[in-house]
């Protein structure tokens, strides 16, 4: 495919660089892990997980319904009888051994995940992965030092542990979910998104390899039914979720009255405000990274963009420019910008969003790059011409559709900004430091990116002010959500 | 007929590489019938000199190796020192330490590397702060290194004492110069082996073997090191230091202990010791 643009005159393109899929295992059918071993679901039930980008089955997955959810529960209950008491420094070693066997199978894990959502493979080898390992190596080092997490409190575990994770991120969300809560004592039942079962289960085989006494880690597959189970069963003490707000507070509601703990980790609507004294070609980068990056599919997305007036035309050309060089296509190919949309429904969902922009008036700006006729497939999108009131502006597309708003003041922009229910993180590109630290005091937001976007890492906490959640993941604060005080 | 064994000639650690003392002189180890173990380098003042030049010269590197691959090192050296456990238990043996102790002092060993390479991404977050100053500043006091460290290794458990103050030093992004235990020198030399195979950058830890009467004023007063530790308990050796180390205001420490075994001799505290607090004042009003 050929581009020419006023920016990047580039007459050339790229050949086809696939990463190989010979040296993956995927076995046709995929049960439950419970209780340290593979066990069919008492129903006999499975459901397919399909390659997103031409529709074929990758493999089958067992539905865990009531009785495999109660299964788990009770392996999860017996483990932590034991569990709890280990030594705490045996305890970090099993979670190093975790991290190093993701280490040793990374490329194996980078193309599965890549295979069953969809995601560009150059992300899932060089973000999801090795944070993923990262994220186990940290918690590691802390299973025997919580007492200084938590001086004076003698921090004890909560017990047993529903954790429920997205498809956007699937063996990083994992991570995030497991290492904390193993590090500080819990035992865990884990439901995947039923559209990305495949990396959880993999990381199901590390899990049992690594020695783990069984029924510590216990993953079940199944969609949403599944979750609302484990939400619901009574011997769960905490339940971690990450996924869509309007979940969220079904959970929130359904663990009233109930001893459980809860931490959730919703949708967003990240603005990125880009000042005229930024330096602007990094901000464009920024802006691509923020919005493109993992198709959209992120709940920190820089969905929402601010540029200051003066520089408006400047950097919506220039982002244009830059939009018409992304390559969307294979996500197994290493020169892939944007991969596949992760599920029809998710493809559904966004293109209804971008009509719905259109009907309200929005000015679309869509590249006009080649998609697969397979598959589910977005064009990079931005809208112009958007005030506060469009729904595009107010509602999480997750896809890659950027919504552009201009500002004039300091002060407008934080209005703009904060006039959202959600809360998770926000962007500012400005060279003035004083301008960045202000605006990260007036932003009510769980992350503030200055002059980058989408940063993660193992020692950092993360999740949202407001609807975007509550709880965090990551860092010193990622262990409270798993631990009581006596 | 039997087979002959081959013996290992025990030799100085400096820049990642084995060279012998410069000085070319030796003092015999013996065990407890006297008969010979090995001959150690006698390291000299040149000897030390130099490995404070490479210890200088890698220093900021270090530093500035992220945290979670520090980590990541610490608990490899963790990894290669477990697959040779059984050498450096009978090592210990040789130099008189019972069985049951040397297993128990190299299985501690090996738990405290992997204690400290989890501090690396966190010490930071224990010790640091955000200020709440009454103007319109964001300020923040974090750690850094102090740079290069003088160690003095405890005289007893030559592998576990000797850990013990390493690893910390350098999980902080020092570089340190560490003279081993005078008597039980062998498991040093052969750690350094560990080290050499543990994607530990040469240079960031240097080990020399002799005598602590000779080289102690050496390593408190030169002037480009930042801090020496002294392990024992002798007043002499800690008043001499204590002097020479004002020539260039290098901090001290001194551990007394005789026992490095139980778990408090391991705490993030020990990483504090050779560090520096700095604290960056920005403003926040547009």
């Not at chain 1, 060089?325 to 029809?344: E, H």
């Not at chain 1, 992350?447 to 860092?475: C, H, L, M, Q």
Request: proline share 4%; glycine share 8%; with cysteine.
């Amino acid at each position: 495919m050929v581009q020419k643009n006023k920016t990047f005159k580039a007459s050339w393109s790229y050949d086809p660089a696939p990463e190989s899929t010979d040296h993956i295992q995927i076995k046709k059918k995929y049960d439950l892990y419970i209780d340290g071993k593979f066990v069919k679901p008492e129903n006999g039930k499975y459901f397919e997980t399909i390659n997103p980008t031409n529709d074929e089955v990758i493999a089958e997955v067992a539905l865990a319904e009531k009785e495999d959810v109660d299964k788990a529960v009770r392996a999860a209950r017996n483990a932590f009888k034991s569990w709890s008491k280990i030594e705490p420094k045996e305890r970090g070693k099993y979670i190093y051994r975790i991290a190093r066997l993701i280490q040793e199978r990374s490329r194996e894990f980078a193309v599965i995940e890549s295979l069953d959502g969809g995601k560009p493979i150059r992300e899932s080898r060089d973000i999801d992965i090795p944070l993923a390992a990262n994220h186990f190596f940290y918690y590691a080092g802390w299973a025997d030092k919580l007492e200084y997490a938590f001086p004076n409190r003698n921090p004890k575990p909560l017990g047993v542990a529903g954790q429920i994770i997205p498809w956007n991120f699937p063996l990083l969300m994992a991570a995030w979910k497991l290492a904390p809560a193993l590090a500080t004592g819990n035992t865990v039942v884990l439901k995947p998104a039923e559209t990305t079962p495949l990396t959880a289960l993999k990381l199901a085989e590390i899990i049992r390899d690594s020695g783990l006494p069984k029924g510590v880690v216990n993953i079940i597959t199944g969609a949403g039914k599944t979750g609302a189970e484990i939400v619901n069963h009574p011997d769960i003490d905490k339940i971690s979720f990450t996924g869509s707000t309007a979940v969220g507070k079904y959970i929130q509601k359904a663990v009233a009255g109930t001893h459980k703990k809860i931490t959730l980790e919703l949708g967003g609507k990240s603005a990125n405000i880009i000042f005229e004294d930024a330096a602007i070609d990094q901000a464009v980068e920024g802006i691509i990274d923020a919005i493109f990056f993992n198709q959209g599919h992120v709940c920190c997305a820089g969905s929402r963009l601010f540029i200051q007036e003066s520089v408006a035309d400047t950097v919506i050309q220039k982002l244009k420019d830059r939009m018409a060089t992304l390559i969307v296509g294979d996500p197994l190919d290493k020169n892939t910008d944007i991969g596949a949309i992760n599920s029809k429904r998710q493809l559904k969902t966004i293109e209804n969003y971008i009509k719905i922009g259109l009907d309200e008036g929005g000015e679309i700006y869509q590249t006009d790059c080649k998609l697969p006729k397979k598959g589910n497939w977005c064009a990079p999108t931005l809208f112009l011409n958007l005030s506060q009131s469009h729904t595009i502006v107010q509602e999480e597309i997750f896809g890659p559709v950027l919504a552009i708003q201009t500002f004039r003041t300091i002060q407008e922009v934080i209005e703009k900004a904060n006039n959202t229910p959600y809360g998770l993180a926000a962007g500012v590109w400005t060279q003035k430091g004083a301008k960045l630290f202000h605006l990260s005091q007036k932003l009510k937001a769980g992350v503030i990116w200055g002059n980058t976007f989408n940063k993660f890492d193992a020692t950092s906490p993360f999740g949202g002010y407001k609807e975007s959640g509550f709880g965090r993941e990551g860092g010193l604060h990622g262990l409270k959500p798993y631990v009581k005080f006596e | 007929m039997s087979r002959l064994n081959i013996n290992k000639t025990y030799k100085l650690y400096i820049g990642g590489k084995f060279p012998r003392t410069e000085s070319s002189r030796y003092y015999p180890i013996t065990n407890t019938k006297g008969d010979l173990i090995a001959n150690m380098c006698l390291a000299s003042r040149k000897d030390f000199r130099n490995a404070v030049v490479i210890a200088r010269k890698v220093q900021e590197s270090w530093a500035s190796t992220s945290a979670l691959n520090k980590g990541q090192i610490l608990y490899r050296i963790a990894e290669m020192l477990e697959g040779r456990k059984e050498q450096f238990i009978e090592e210990l043996v040789l130099q008189g330490t019972t069985k049951k102790a040397a297993q128990i002092e190299v299985e501690t060993s090996i738990d405290r590397l992997v204690y400290y390479a989890g501090w690396s991404d966190k010490y930071q977050q224990f010790f640091s702060t955000v200020n709440p100053v009454s103007s319109a500043h964001f300020n923040f006091t974090n750690l850094e290194p102090t740079g290069v460290v003088s160690i003095i290794a405890p005289e007893n458990q030559g592998l576990l004492g000797l850990i013990s103050v390493i690893a910390p030093a350098i999980i902080g992004g020092n570089t340190v110069i560490v003279l081993a235990s005078e008597n039980i020198p062998l498991s040093a030399i052969s750690f350094a082996e560990v080290l050499n195979s543990s994607d530990v950058p040469g240079g960031i830890v240097n080990i020399l073997t002799g005598k602590r009467e000779e080289l102690i004023s050496h390593m408190a007063s030169h002037m480009d090191v930042n801090a020496i530790i002294y392990c024992g308990t002798d007043k002499n050796d800690i008043k001499t230091i204590s002097e020479l180390a004002s020539n260039n205001v290098k901090r001290t420490i001194f551990y007394k202990k005789s026992d490095w075994l139980n778990n408090n001799n391991e705490s993030p505290y020990f990483i504090e010791k050779t560090q520096e607090a700095k604290t960056t004042w920005h403003p926040v009003k547009v």
